[in-house]
């Protein structure tokens, strides 16, 4: 089993939840997939999922939170 750097204690900081890591993650990742949208940062894995995470680490990859607008 391979190690994931940078590790989630390492990349959670940059976000406000589990949750929201994981879901950024797999966005970024099937974009990488994909082709759609360039990679960010240096390849240093060839795991899409670990390049995603690093690219959030680097604070290369953001997220905007929409205020809830429904009652």
Do not use: C, F, W
């Not at 974009?31 to 240093?44: F, L, P």
């Not at 995603?52 to 929409?66: C, D, F, M, Q, V």
Request: proline letters at 3%; hydrophobic letters at 35%.
């Amino acid at each position: 089993m391979d190690i994931v750097t940078p590790s989630l204690d390492q990349v959670l900081p940059k976000v406000d939840s589990r949750y929201t890591l994981v879901s950024l993650a797999a966005k970024r990742a099937r974009d990488i997939m994909d082709g759609s949208h360039e990679v960010t940062a240096e390849r240093t894995s060839i795991r899409d999922v670990t390049n995603a995470l690093e690219e959030i680490y680097e604070g290369k990859i953001t997220y905007k939170r929409l205020s809830n607008t429904t009652k």
